[in-house]
């Protein structure tokens, strides 16, 4: 019975989400706040379905009930309790649900954070979130949906177990303080395209979501480095870290995220490079989204995938998707964007900011570049290069070097005061 | 000089020279385990280079010989569709090495054997496997 509750709450959620979407689009051509509400409380019911379809699957995955395939591939009734829990997040369908689990708790506290706040943002902000919500609810509601029961031929009398490299106890920690990193960035990316949507010049928003970017950020840097720690203590997972397109699909999103949280801090204080940080939230996003597919596709031989399926070309076309949709965006609102304030000095904080930005993202498209190549030297030249931590290393070392000089000469440069003490 | 344009013109610069160091490392590795070549256990038979290169397959079934005297070096063979190929390497093995795992090496071929130096698994089979090869039973074995 109860795993069809939770089969029922995904489809019902994916429904919800359709119509909050059409109400909040009416609201906003109508300007019907009635609208809004209804919209509103609509993306609420999304999230809280999604919410009780993971407590189903945890039960189910607790209670050994192998009649879903899925508690049945990755536990058996050995399996200690807690690494019954973690199995949540250890196969493909589980770890797309635990993805929009902390995307619906994200959605939750945006819509009871911003309850009486900005309400020409709001109806574009939780569509955006929607919209990511409903890409997620689409997979696990039709492609691979965790709640398949068991092929009716055969009675399961144990499950397959969880995978042993996977029954260490950073299996409770790095996957889901990973995933809060990853999910994160989705609610500043939100709001920086509702901004550009609505023209929204204030700065309140701007605090807000570099707040926001902080914690994420924090989680994702705990993510990587628990990551790192993991794979130290197994062997066969090439230490604390092997530039491994697994351990690269992290970083990136880490580098430009890094970037964004500097340079936000001008457009909150000063007003500029608005456009610049839109793009850097963008690629971010586009690469949390990028670093899922490289996981879950299998594309890249990685010793970390765990999983390869057909997700892959599903996982590409939305990350085109994002990434066309923000460059007509950007393409489309850049009139109303440029600011008539210049960056005065070559030497000032605002130009040592810009600097780092130019040495992050210089860092991320080497690690791209890196990542990528097997595949474009397949295509290209017909034969696949594989890439090794020798060129990672060789090619981030001056740009490091450079990025450590920074960090002595940033604080020095006279400017745009920084914030100490507030968050 | 307006100093908007030295900071525009000094940003391009850096991103060029950037972008023209990434270009070089991946033109003159540095390392020769930089950029290796990953190619089918069939080519490497067929064809007599001495260059580095990354093949994967799987672990055919009961080849794997452990020295007697050190523990570290291990013989085994590995298949990839019908090609088999003779593979040596020295050193710590993953958790996961056993017969039928799926593996990547990379090293040289040189008379009739694989010196690897890099040996990897991937994910035992078994986690991923079907669910009617464990503890499952059909239905029309039940006496009811």
């Known amino acids: 019975m109860t795993p069809v509750l939770g089969s029922v709450s995904l489809s019902l959620a994916a429904g919800f989400g359709i119509l909050s979407i059409i109400l909040l689009s009416l609201y906003i051509r109508s300007d019907d706040y009635r609208f809004f509400l209804a919209g509103r409380r609509m993306a609420i019911i999304v999230s809280v379905l999604v919410i009780i379809a993971t407590l189903v699957l945890v039960k189910e995955l607790i209670t050994s009930n192998f009649d879903v395939d899925y508690v049945a591939h990755y536990t058996s009734i050995e399996t200690p309790t807690v690494y019954k829990f973690t199995a949540l997040w250890a196969g493909q369908s589980g770890s797309l649900l635990f993805w929009i689990f902390i995307l619906s708790i994200y959605s939750l506290i945006t819509i009871f954070q911003n309850r009486n706040r900005y309400h020409r943002m709001m109806p574009w902000v939780l569509c955006v979130i929607l919209t990511v919500q409903l890409f997620f609810l689409i997979l696990t509601n039709f492609i691979t949906n965790p709640f398949e029961p068991t092929n009716a031929d055969f009675i399961v009398a144990n499950g397959l177990g969880l995978n042993p490299l996977l029954q260490n106890l950073t299996m409770a920690i790095h996957p889901p303080v990973l995933y809060l990193g990853f999910v994160g960035f989705t609610i500043p990316f939100a709001f920086t395209v509702a901004a550009l949507l609505t023209n929204e010049k204030g700065s309140l928003w701007v605090r807000s979501i570099r707040r926001w970017s902080l914690v994420t950020w924090l989680a994702l840097s705990s993510g990587i480095m628990l990551g790192g720690w993991w794979a130290y203590q197994e062997l066969g997972w090439g230490g604390y870290w092997a530039w491994d397109p697994v351990e690269n699909a992290s970083f990136m999103p880490w580098l430009t995220g890094t970037a964004f949280l500097h340079s936000i801090i001008i457009q909150e204080k000063k007003n500029m490079l608005r456009i610049w940080n839109a793009i850097l939230i963008m690629l971010t996003f586009a690469l949390t989204i990028f670093g899922t597919f490289l996981t879950r596709s299998g594309v890249m031989s990685s010793v970390h995938s765990f999983t390869e399926s057909s997700l892959g070309p599903i996982f590409l076309a939305f990350v085109a998707i994002i990434v066309t949709v923000c460059a007509v965006l950007i393409f489309h609102v850049l009139p109303n964007l440029k600011s008539n304030k210049h960056i005065e000095s070559l030497t000032s904080r605002e130009s040592g900011f810009l600097f780092n930005n130019v040495v992050f993202v210089t860092m991320c498209f080497a690690v791209f570049w890196g990542t990528i190549f097997p595949v474009i030297s397949e295509a290209v030249r017909g034969t696949k290069i594989t890439v090794g931590p020798p060129f990672f290393n060789q090619v981030n070392v001056p740009i490091g070097l450079l990025l450590l000089m920074l960090t002595g000469v940033g604080p020095l440069l006279p400017g745009v005061e920084l914030p100490e003490v507030t968050l | ?144």
């Open chain 2, 1 to 144: 000089m307006l100093p908007k344009n030295k900071v525009v013109i000094t940003v391009t610069g850096l991103a060029l020279v950037a972008l023209f160091w990434i270009y070089w490392v991946s033109a003159n590795p540095m390392d020769e385990k930089a950029m290796v070549k990953f190619i089918s256990v069939q080519e490497v038979l067929h064809t007599e280079n001495h260059e580095r290169v990354r093949i994967g397959g799987i672990v055919a079934d009961g080849s794997i010989t452990l020295s007697s005297t050190n523990k570290l070096e291990v013989a085994f063979t590995l298949k990839e569709g019908d090609s088999f190929l003779p593979v040596e390497f020295i050193g710590t093995r993953p958790d996961l090495f056993k017969n039928g795992a799926e593996v990547i090496v990379e090293g040289l071929y040189q008379e009739g054997s694989f010196h690897a130096d890099i040996l990897q698994t991937k994910c035992a089979s078994r986690y991923e496997g079907d669910l009617r090869d464990a503890s499952s039973y059909y239905l029309d074995e039940i006496e009811i």
